[in-house]
């Protein structure tokens, strides 16, 4: 007979009950062929007093067992293993046992090659970013009073079935206002998407724009999420020049007048690393461009709403008359990176196809999200957050800066940025961000991937720092871990 009681253990203080720990025992068994096609088990009654359990227990495990397929009971002649039931082979043809390995796949598939974005945070480590908000002045008490208020609301099953791929009509439609009266847009909610964030506008942009071989114009330096969005597209990445008033729109018009070009990829507002806001000259032209040679321009507004020396300038969307902008935006820059809810802004048939190539990467958005933010937005909670952080990073822009220049000016060169989050900063040719990258590790200070904002191998030497994220204290202890590794770095040199 099958060794029942030394097979199967019976674990009390678990919390699954009895039955079903049985059960899965036995299919294991079954499984592995440990307990045979045709085998006939034994009766309920002798396995519970062999397990020391309840009869019941036994007979609920053998009913489970039977609704799965895995026993089938013959009237007056017993419950049995079903016949010809396939083994899971544990054995290649050599009899030899097959890894169970469960990190080893067992099949093959397309690797992207694209690069990694998860950290894992460790405690009093410092991380550079890119230019993030702090989530200590989220609003998460205000966002989250109106999530329960919405969700307690009785129309609100209407809200939780399959929707809309374009996004909660409330939301479009406050939007469509907000964005309107802020900057000077002329649109409907039929001109928009909602997204789950600036960087699926990009997506979806890239999807209905590019094809293999398809040419996208971007800056030299440019946001490379961007840049690897369109490169995996298949897409040709053509570059142009970035200076003090963003990119060379006179290099754009050189490109265009010899090939045709499909789109160029702008963050007019602030260019993305280096902070420069495209200048009202060059915005002209590049529509002008656009509207000459039938190419869209995707405006990246990724952080409109942060300006510390002027009104924010209006986007390239404000003066599309000729309909060529795609305009992407999103609340994870303005109110914390968390809220995956963003924008994409453009004829109402491109945001129809946007909408349908949308509901196959991602069924829909999350209404009960979007509806909270339509709230937000519209009882003027979102103004009055920014008001409030902005005072709080300007501060923090100018403590950052003041620092840099007093404690690290000879390492390090700069110009103060009017609006965003982050600093463009030089290193001193002498050095490489690897090097300082590889000893700021020392002093618990995460530099992060610093060839991201060197796509296009120019070697400029500088990355972004934002400021945004840190206190008062955690900025002078910013510059401090700084100071440690540019002196390590210093006596480094000295010794080679
Ligand atoms: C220039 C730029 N565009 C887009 C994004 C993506 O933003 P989101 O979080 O809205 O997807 C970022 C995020 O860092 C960014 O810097």
């Given at each position: 007979m099958f060794p029942y009681k030394t097979s199967l253990h019976i674990n009390r203080?678990?919390?699954?009950?009895l039955f079903l720990q049985l059960t899965n025992q036995f299919i294991h068994l079954i499984k592995e062929g440990?307990?045979?096609?045709?085998t006939k088990l034994i009766g309920t009654r002798s396995l519970a007093e062999l397990l020391q359990v309840h009869r019941k227990t036994i007979v609920a495990c053998y009913e489970e067992l039977a609704m799965q397929g895995w026993l089938e009971t013959i009237p007056k002649k017993g419950t049995f293993v079903p016949e010809n039931l396939p083994l899971l082979k544990s054995e290649d043809y050599k009899g030899n046992k097959v890894s169970?390995?469960?990190?080893?796949?067992g099949f093959s598939y397309y690797k992207s090659n694209l690069p990694g974005k998860t950290i894992e945070k460790e405690e009093g480590w410092l991380y550079v970013n890119d230019g993030v908000s702090d989530g200590r002045l989220t609003p998460t008490e205000d966002l989250a009073k109106i999530y329960r208020r919405i969700s307690a609301r009785k129309n609100i099953t209407k809200h939780?079935?399959?929707?809309?791929?374009?996004?909660?009509e409330q939301l479009r439609s406050v939007l469509a206002n907000y964005l309107n009266e802020t900057r000077g847009l002329t649109i409907s909610k039929d001109h928009i998407l909602i997204t789950r964030g600036s960087q699926m506008g990009i997506w979806l942009s890239a999807q209905l724009l590019?094809?293999?071989?398809d040419i996208i114009v971007v800056g030299e330096t440019n946001y490379a999420s961007a840049d690897i969005t369109f490169l995996h597209q298949g897409a040709k990445v053509l570059r142009v020049p970035v200076d003090e008033n963003g990119i060379d729109t006179v290099a754009l018009e050189k490109i265009c007048e010899s090939q045709q070009i499909k789109g160029v990829y702008v963050?007019?507002?602030?260019?993305?690393?280096?902070?420069?806001t495209l200048s009202a000259e060059r915005r002209i032209c590049l529509l002008n461009l656009a509207k000459k040679h039938s190419f869209a321009i995707i405006e990246d507004?990724?952080?409109?709403?942060?300006?510390?020396?002027?009104?924010p300038i209006l986007p390239l969307a404000s003066h599309d008359v000729h309909h060529n902008v795609i305009y992407i935006g999103s609340v994870c820059k303005t109110v914390a990176p968390v809220f995956r809810v963003g924008y994409l802004i453009a004829d109402k048939e491109f945001v129809n196809e946007a909408s349908q190539v949308r509901g196959f990467v991602d069924?829909?958005?999350d209404a009960l999200q979007e509806l909270t933010f339509a709230e937000f937005i519209k009882s003027g909670d979102l103004d009055r957050h920014i008001r409030k952080v902005l005072k709080v990073y300007e501060k923090r822009r100018d403590l950052f800066c003041n620092l840099l220049k007093e404690e690290l000016s000879e390492f390090f060169s700069f110009n103060k940025p009017?609006?965003?989050?982050a600093v463009w900063l030089t290193l001193?040719?002498?050095?490489?961000w690897n090097q300082v990258s590889d000893i700021a590790k020392k002093y618990k200070l995460a530099i992060g991937n610093v060839s991201r904002y060197d796509m296009a191998k120019t070697n400029h030497n500088a990355i972004r720092m934002g400021?945004?994220?840190?206190n008062e204290e955690e900025l002078y202890e910013l510059i401090k871990r700084m100071k440690f590794t540019m002196k390590d770095l210093v006596n480094q040199e000295k010794s080679v």
């Amino acid at each position: 007979m099958f060794p029942y009681k030394t097979s199967l253990h019976i674990n009390r203080k678990s919390k699954e009950p009895l039955f079903l720990q049985l059960t899965n025992q036995f299919i294991h068994l079954i499984k592995e062929g440990k307990i045979p096609s045709g085998t006939k088990l034994i009766g309920t009654r002798s396995l519970a007093e062999l397990l020391q359990v309840h009869r019941k227990t036994i007979v609920a495990c053998y009913e489970e067992l039977a609704m799965q397929g895995w026993l089938e009971t013959i009237p007056k002649k017993g419950t049995f293993v079903p016949e010809n039931l396939p083994l899971l082979k544990s054995e290649d043809y050599k009899g030899n046992k097959v890894s169970d390995n469960i990190d080893q796949i067992g099949f093959s598939y397309y690797k992207s090659n694209l690069p990694g974005k998860t950290i894992e945070k460790e405690e009093g480590w410092l991380y550079v970013n890119d230019g993030v908000s702090d989530g200590r002045l989220t609003p998460t008490e205000d966002l989250a009073k109106i999530y329960r208020r919405i969700s307690a609301r009785k129309n609100i099953t209407k809200h939780l079935g399959y929707i809309s791929t374009q996004g909660n009509e409330q939301l479009r439609s406050v939007l469509a206002n907000y964005l309107n009266e802020t900057r000077g847009l002329t649109i409907s909610k039929d001109h928009i998407l909602i997204t789950r964030g600036s960087q699926m506008g990009i997506w979806l942009s890239a999807q209905l724009l590019l094809k293999e071989e398809d040419i996208i114009v971007v800056g030299e330096t440019n946001y490379a999420s961007a840049d690897i969005t369109f490169l995996h597209q298949g897409a040709k990445v053509l570059r142009v020049p970035v200076d003090e008033n963003g990119i060379d729109t006179v290099a754009l018009e050189k490109i265009c007048e010899s090939q045709q070009i499909k789109g160029v990829y702008v963050t007019s507002h602030h260019h993305h690393p280096t902070t420069v806001t495209l200048s009202a000259e060059r915005r002209i032209c590049l529509l002008n461009l656009a509207k000459k040679h039938s190419f869209a321009i995707i405006e990246d507004d990724y952080d409109y709403d942060f300006n510390y020396n002027h009104a924010p300038i209006l986007p390239l969307a404000s003066h599309d008359v000729h309909h060529n902008v795609i305009y992407i935006g999103s609340v994870c820059k303005t109110v914390a990176p968390v809220f995956r809810v963003g924008y994409l802004i453009a004829d109402k048939e491109f945001v129809n196809e946007a909408s349908q190539v949308r509901g196959f990467v991602d069924r829909q958005g999350d209404a009960l999200q979007e509806l909270t933010f339509a709230e937000f937005i519209k009882s003027g909670d979102l103004d009055r957050h920014i008001r409030k952080v902005l005072k709080v990073y300007e501060k923090r822009r100018d403590l950052f800066c003041n620092l840099l220049k007093e404690e690290l000016s000879e390492f390090f060169s700069f110009n103060k940025p009017k609006g965003g989050m982050a600093v463009w900063l030089t290193l001193n040719k002498k050095y490489t961000w690897n090097q300082v990258s590889d000893i700021a590790k020392k002093y618990k200070l995460a530099i992060g991937n610093v060839s991201r904002y060197d796509m296009a191998k120019t070697n400029h030497n500088a990355i972004r720092m934002g400021f945004a994220t840190f206190n008062e204290e955690e900025l002078y202890e910013l510059i401090k871990r700084m100071k440690f590794t540019m002196k390590d770095l210093v006596n480094q040199e000295k010794s080679v």
